[in-house]
């Protein structure tokens, strides 16, 4: 880390570029809006040759900070599934998204020195294609001896599954771990009828193991100064249709030998599974069925310039209807690049009264902490999705209390999946939190 840097980072943050600089390859944990991407940046060493893998709409907010905080390097967007990737320049950075990850060597001309994988968790299945053509290039530059640092504040989205395909990827599930089996016993996992259950007692040992390739620092432990989180919950009566939709659904699944919790797990790691279809079908009746009690949430808080406010969904049909109030704003899948960079600068400046995002495309590489209230009208089926939304007004640069205000549904259907909800975060909890090395800021 070159001394001009110096003034730039916290002083953790310098320890976890310290630390990652001792290791050949390691994975970067730090909960949600402590600045992985910077550290991450700070790690490739003068005129190195880097490989940058990100999502598609992080791939200007990496190169905007290198251009702020790396003058020495040099980096170029990645575009197209054609796209030739020239390292023969030194201090060349080229990012890529995941979907345009070379399937091919060949398309390489010269080699990276280090690879650099940011919100890794989106390689978390070994069998898709983005994941496999990752791990081939991965693999190559192992063998060669470059260096490998991945970044997720979420390691861990569904199960622990999900950590051995990153860990795999980085080359480090075997001199971590050993084999599968050995890692699914201390993680409390079984093979099952219906594939791998993880409630079994997991082994105390986890976090020392851990931390011999991971990283993880909280909020709490290095940003004293940011302010706290509080959660409210507000229970919203089912009009009858939806609620006879629900309980038909709990049924089908009951006459099909499938527990709702068992449905909702397959649902969150199978988008395929009739278990999907189905639930993804009363998740968005239940979603539709709280829209009235949001419309008078958003009413009665009345946001003005100074504190708008961020409203969350899964679904499409409650944000593009609160979105429509005037001197708000909509954010999902469909939003341009182009126009998702523009509203975030006109909040950050205070020009919008509410923004209202689909959790998954506003979970990532946005910055709103003009905003000290969200509301979750519903959630995603993973809670690692649920704390990036979270984390886009809790982060670097808040100087107010935060309130996350959720929806459930009076429903079994919907209060189940909170209490999941909870459970999953139970796991993480042991798994990466209880891992977290404590430094102070």
Known sequence: MRDWLGDSLKLYQKVGVYWMNARRSCLLADEQGLGKTVQAICTIPSGARALVVCPAIAKQ?????????????????????????DFTEPGT????????????????????????????????????????????????HSRRGGRIVFATGTP????????????????????TFGDRKNYMDLMGGYRAARGVNWDRKRSKDIPQIMRKVMLRREKDDVLKELPPRHYKTITVAVPGPDRELCDEALKALSDRGISL???????????????????????????????????????ELDPNSDSPLLVWSRHVDPIEIVGARPGWEVLHGSTSKKKRASIQHRFQRGEL????LSIKSGGTALT?????????????????????????????????PVTYTRLVADHILDRRMAEIQFEKRAIVKHVIRDSSIRYES
């Open 353 to 356: 009264k509410g923004l209202a």
């Open 368 to 400: 709103l902490t003009r905003s000290n209230h969200s509301i979750f009208c519903d959630e995603e089926w993973s809670p690692a999705d649920n704390e990036q939304a979270e984390a886009r007004n809790h982060r670097l640069g808040q100087t107010k």
């Open 61 to 85: 907010v990496w190169r905007d900070h290198i251009d702020r905080l790396r003058p020495d390097l040099k980096p170029v967007i990645a575009k197209g599934l054609d796209y030739v990737y």
């Open 156 to 175: 861990i989205k569904n199960t622990p599954d999900d950590l051995w395909s990153i860990l795999t990827l980085l080359g480090q599930a075997a001199p």
């Open 261 to 299: 919790e068992e449905a909702i797990e397959t649902a969150a790691s199978n988008n395929k599974s009739i278990e999907f279809t189905m639930m993804s079908s009363v998740c968005k009746a239940l979603a539709n069925a709280k829209i009235k009690a949001l419309i008078n949430l958003v009413d």
């Open 93 to 140: 950075v080229i990012i890529a998204n995941f979907r345009i990850i070379p399937a091919s060597l060949t398309r390489l001309v010269g080699r990276p020195d280090m690879i650099v994988g940011d919100e890794v968790h989106y390689l978390k299945n070994l069998d898709s294609d983005r994941t496999m053509n990752a791990y081939n290039v991965c693999l190559d």
